[in-house]
């Protein structure tokens, strides 16, 4: 079992920023890609982005790229999303996911694919 942990979520005006984190206990972290996923209020929980448990390799989802950064501290065990330029659209709840995998190359995408995740942390931005 790996329980995680989200924090850092907020209400923060257009045009800022935060950095939101991921807690991990329970079995080495280091085995586990992670991911970062989004529900809005009457909408599907949607991909944000995602990580290899190497570190080495990342994806976006288009509506992120280049605003997003995910990054991983397999040393203490915590997962980090830095949110940049933030848009009245990225208003919504938050997931952090972890999902086995026996490359440090590979990473998912699909929400089928993690088989841990935390309880979310709301993420409000203001026009």
């Known amino acids: 079992q790996v329980q995680l942990v989200e924090s850092g979520g907020g209400l923060v005006q257009a045009g800022g920023s935060l950095r939101l984190s991921c807690a991990a206990s329970g079995r080495p972290f280091n085995s586990y890609a992670m991911g970062w996923f989004r529900q809005a209020p009457g909408k599907e929980r949607e991909f944000v982005a995602a990580?290899?448990?190497?570190?080495?390799?990342?994806n976006y989802a288009a509506a992120v790229k280049g605003r997003f950064t995910i990054s991983r501290d397999n040393a203490n065990n915590t997962g980090n999303l830095q949110m940049n330029s933030l848009k009245p659209e990225d208003t919504a709840v938050y997931y952090c996911?972890?999902?086995?995998?026996?490359?440090?190359?590979?990473?998912?995408?699909?929400?089928?694919?993690?088989?841990?995740w935390g309880q979310g942390t709301q993420v409000t931005v203001s026009s």
């Open positions: 996911a972890a999902g086995k995998t026996s490359s440090g190359s590979h990473y998912y995408i699909l929400s089928y694919q993690y088989d841990y």
């Open positions: 990580i290899s448990w190497s570190g080495g390799s990342t």
